[in-house]
């Protein structure tokens, strides 16, 4: 390409770069202050675009009317955002780390209803900037006036909220809650109100990153997921609570995309690279090279992630009578639903779908409950063994016995390769990682038409004739029962008990002999087998498999259900996927705000169940055990 052309990238990359900071910013502030990783950053952002465009259309006859619109938009954000922390948050501090994480994803399903309710289904595009709607020559190329404007507004907010943690007296106690928030709290200061005025702020930041967009992209319901993503990206590689870290981050992620779409087709070694597919994955790719060799973030600080729960975990016990009654009980049930297909025909499908999705939660809940080890990207192991169960069977014409055996095998062999980076980091910073990986993998899937079939995925994968019918069905409860059963025995093995010394103090169990990361790695490679093996078992019974078996909406899925459940309780994955999958097909029927609704059940859950539900009955004698 002609240098006048990587110009015109690189100023892009600059405009880009501001939109990603303002985002990244907000997310960083509260992440700081609260610790608190809010997955609904993402839905302020969205809001913010909507809003403005009702203002703008309202008042933005002129500059002034335009700007103001802008402003105004931003500020309603950040009201909202305040409510949000004085009304829901503000409740569960004191409750477990991914509970708070599990309390902001409700919130995005609620917002993204929401918006859906005032604004429609539609995209709306908003009007151009007065005075800034044409373009400005750069040799023989043309860029908007409006992205050169971006380029300023980006360091401007940054010099501006320098000054205000460094030059004011709030900010000296915002800087002093990043570092302890303990002692400031025994200096007599305030958290209360300081933490809803950093949350306003932060989500007023988001508000003023969605409506600088509109005369860039249209509102969108999928904007939420999406840019949230993106601001993760930006805050960890940046550095968690590090606003300079955060601009350096939006820097070189918005240039290195833009370097990939100046580049174009390169022939490298005879093969044509095509780099501007690689704006999917760039990011990711980088964000994992950074924290493999810099686990903190380019500008970032070790930061205390202690498990704060509201008590600590009881100590694991054997299922009592009780529980192995009701266990009993419940494949009983499952196993009679065939029977009852004249009465309920569609019982037993959803049925196979709990018990896959009770696979795939107890596979998590193995690394994630019994290892502490959090993750945003286990959905690459469910989609490692989906894709690998149905190119064996389709194009390797291995059978499905062979492919539903090598499936897992394959998802354990790059569990084994990713955990080997992953176990060297902690908290947040090991869940970005495996987030990471996981969009990694789901770029080459997405993009490898000739192989996975790209978005269209790979069809006609059903099972063999002696397995047609409801025959499928009795082989998947057997299998998942099977595996649930032995994720369960392995937590009483010495493997499991070292295993959770290792999440309770890895100090500890090093000074009495424990491999901690050796301990971590096998947790990580069984977790990813089990994974796989679900992701099998689901390519049979859907006849199909598609890149949505690896998103980060699947993996957020399986987060969800093994904290509905009960992170600290071994039932917990199995009662939280069965109500997960229920409660989303019972209210996708009910109404075109089936996520509202469902969001408003999971917030329940989690201001009465801070523990779960599992969590919350256990101990008690009706269950027969600790379990």
Same mark, same amino acid.
């Given at each position: 390409?002609?240098?006048?052309?990587?110009?015109?990238?690189?100023?892009?990359?600059?405009?880009?770069?501001?939109?990603?900071?303002?985002?990244?910013?907000?997310?960083?502030?509260?992440?700081?202050?609260?610790?608190?990783?809010?997955?609904?950053?993402?839905?302020?952002?969205?809001?913010?675009?909507?809003?403005?465009?009702? $203002?703008?259309?309202?008042?933005?006859?002129?500059?002034?009317?335009?700007?103001?619109?802008?402003? /105004?938009?931003?500020? &309603?954000?950040?009201?909202?955002?305040?409510?949000?922390?004085?009304?829901?948050?503000?409740?569960?501090?004191?409750?477990?780390?991914?509970?708070?994480?599990?309390?902001?994803?409700?919130?995005?399903?609620?917002?993204?209803?929401?918006? !859906?309710?005032?604004?429609?289904?539609?995209?709306?595009?908003?009007?151009?900037?007065?005075?800034?709607?044409?373009?400005?020559?750069?040799? @023989?190329?043309?860029?908007?006036?409006?992205?050169?404007? !971006?380029?300023?507004?980006?360091?401007?907010?940054?010099?501006?909220?320098?000054?205000?943690?460094?030059?004011?007296?709030?900010?000296?106690? $915002?800087?002093?809650?990043?570092?302890?928030?303990?002692?400031?709290?025994?200096?007599?200061?305030?958290?209360?109100? +300081?933490?809803?005025?950093?949350?306003?702020?932060?989500?007023?930041?988001?508000?003023?990153?969605?409506?600088?967009?509109?005369?860039?992209?249209?509102?969108?319901?999928?904007?939420?997921?999406?840019?949230?993503?993106?601001?993760?990206?930006?805050?960890?590689?940046?550095?968690?609570?590090? &606003?300079?870290?955060?601009?350096?981050?939006?820097?070189?992620?918005?240039?290195?995309?833009?370097?990939?779409?100046?580049?174009?087709?390169?022939?490298?070694?005879?093969?044509?690279?095509?780099? %501007?597919?690689?704006?999917?994955?760039?990011?990711?790719?980088?964000?994992?090279?950074?924290?493999?060799?810099?686990?903190?973030?380019?500008?970032?600080?070790?930061?205390?992630?202690?498990?704060?729960?509201?008590?600590?975990?009881?100590?694991?016990?054997?299922?009592? *009578?009780?529980?192995?009654?009701?266990? +009993?009980?419940?494949?009983?049930?499952?196993?009679?639903?065939?029977?009852?297909?004249?009465?309920?025909?569609?019982?037993?499908?959803?049925?196979? @779908?709990?018990?896959?999705?009770?696979?795939?939660?107890?596979?998590?809940?193995?690394?994630?409950?019994?290892?502490?080890?959090?993750?945003?990207?286990?959905?690459?192991?469910?989609?490692?063994?989906?894709?690998?169960?149905?190119?064996?069977?389709?194009?390797?014409?291995?059978?499905?016995?062979?492919?539903?055996?090598? /499936? %897992?095998?394959?998802?354990?062999?790059?569990?084994?390769?990713?955990?080997?980076?992953?176990?060297?980091?902690?908290?947040?910073?090991?869940?970005? !990682?495996?987030?990471?990986?996981?969009?990694?993998?789901?770029?080459?899937?997405?993009?490898? @038409?000739?192989?996975?079939?790209?978005?269209?995925?790979?069809?006609?994968?059903?099972?063999?004739?002696?397995?047609?019918?409801?025959?499928?069905?009795?082989?998947?409860?057997?299998?998942?029962?099977?595996?649930?059963?032995?994720?369960?025995?392995?937590?009483?093995?010495?493997?499991?008990?070292?295993?959770?010394?290792?999440?309770?103090?890895?100090? *500890? /169990?090093?000074?009495?002999?424990?491999?901690?990361?050796?301990?971590?790695?096998?947790?990580?490679?069984?977790?990813? !087998?089990?994974?796989?093996?679900?992701?099998?078992?689901?390519?049979?019974?859907?006849?199909?498999?598609?890149?949505?078996? $690896?998103?980060?909406?699947?993996?957020?899925?399986?987060?969800?259900?093994?904290?509905?459940?009960?992170?600290?309780?071994?039932?917990?994955?199995?009662?939280?996927?069965?109500?997960?999958?229920? #409660?989303?097909?019972?209210?996708?029927?009910?109404?075109?705000?089936?996520? /509202?609704?469902?969001?408003?059940?999971?917030? #329940?859950?989690?201001?009465?169940?801070?523990?779960?539900?599992?969590?919350?009955?256990?101990?008690?004698?009706?269950?027969?055990?600790?379990?």
């Amino acid at each position: 390409m002609h240098l006048t052309g990587f110009i015109v990238q690189f100023l892009n990359g600059l405009a880009e770069a501001s939109s990603l900071f303002l985002v990244a910013a907000g997310l960083s502030l509260i992440f700081g202050v609260s610790r608190i990783v809010n997955f609904a950053h993402g839905s302020l952002y969205m809001l913010g675009i909507y809003i403005a465009y009702t $203002i703008v259309e309202q008042w933005g006859g002129g500059v002034a009317g335009f700007w103001a619109s802008l402003g /105004a938009a931003a500020l &309603i954000v950040g009201m909202l955002g305040a409510l949000v922390e004085a009304a829901l948050l503000r409740r569960i501090y004191q409750a477990p780390e991914m509970f708070q994480l599990l309390a902001t994803f409700a919130l995005v399903l609620i917002f993204n209803d929401l918006a !859906l309710w005032i604004w429609g289904p539609d995209d709306l595009l908003g009007p151009l900037a007065p005075g800034l709607s044409g373009s400005i020559q750069i040799f @023989d190329r043309y860029i908007p006036a409006y992205d050169l404007a !971006l380029i300023f507004i980006g360091p401007l907010v940054l010099l501006g909220l320098w000054l205000l943690l460094n030059h004011s007296r709030w900010g000296t106690l $915002i800087r002093a809650a990043t570092q302890d928030r303990e002692m400031l709290g025994a200096l007599g200061v305030n958290q209360a109100w +300081l933490f809803t005025g950093v949350f306003a702020l932060g989500a007023f930041l988001a508000g003023l990153g969605g409506a600088l967009q509109i005369p860039r992209q249209p509102a969108s319901l999928m904007l939420d997921l999406s840019v949230i993503g993106d601001a993760f990206v930006v805050v960890v590689v940046g550095g968690m609570g590090s &606003i300079p870290g955060a601009y350096l981050a939006a820097l070189i992620i918005a240039e290195l995309k833009a370097l990939c779409i100046a580049l174009g087709v390169v022939e490298i070694a005879g093969m044509a690279v095509a780099f %501007p597919k690689l704006t999917l994955v760039v990011e990711f790719i980088f964000m994992a090279f950074v924290l493999i060799f810099r686990p903190w973030g380019l500008l970032g600080k070790p930061l205390g992630m202690v498990r704060q729960t509201s008590r600590p975990d009881a100590p694991l016990q054997p299922a009592g *009578r009780g529980l192995r009654a009701l266990a +009993l009980l419940l494949l009983l049930a499952f196993a009679a639903l065939p029977l009852l297909s004249a009465a309920f025909p569609y019982a037993a499908v959803l049925a196979q @779908d709990m018990l896959l999705a009770m696979l795939f939660a107890a596979s998590l809940h193995f690394m994630m409950g019994l290892g502490g080890m959090p993750t945003f990207g286990h959905a690459a192991y469910f989609g490692i063994g989906a894709y690998c169960a149905a190119l064996l069977f389709k194009s390797a014409g291995l059978g499905m016995a062979g492919s539903l055996l090598a /499936a %897992p095998v394959a998802a354990g062999l790059a569990a084994a390769v990713f955990g080997w980076f992953c176990i060297r980091l902690t908290g947040v910073y090991l869940a970005m !990682l495996t987030l990471a990986f996981a969009q990694i993998i789901w770029s080459i899937v997405y993009q490898w @038409d000739e192989v996975t079939g790209g978005s269209n995925g790979i069809v006609g994968i059903w099972p063999e004739a002696w397995l047609s019918g409801a025959a499928y069905f009795y082989f998947t409860l057997l299998v998942v029962a099977a595996a649930v059963l032995l994720l369960r025995h392995m937590a009483f093995t010495p493997f499991g008990y070292a295993l959770r010394a290792v999440r309770d103090s890895a100090l *500890r /169990a090093d000074a009495i002999g424990i491999h901690v990361k050796g301990v971590q790695w096998a947790a990580f490679i069984v977790a990813g !087998l089990f994974a796989g093996l679900a992701g099998a078992l689901y390519v049979f019974s859907k006849g199909s498999t598609s890149p949505e078996v $690896i998103t980060v909406g699947k993996s957020v899925d399986g987060l969800v259900m093994v904290l509905l459940g009960g992170i600290q309780s071994l039932s917990g994955p199995i009662v939280g996927a069965a109500g997960f999958t229920v #409660l989303q097909d019972y209210f996708v029927g009910v109404t075109e705000y089936w996520r /509202a609704l469902f969001g408003a059940v999971i917030l #329940l859950i989690v201001l009465a169940f801070p523990q779960g539900i599992a969590g919350a009955f256990q101990g008690r004698r009706a269950w027969g055990a600790k379990a």
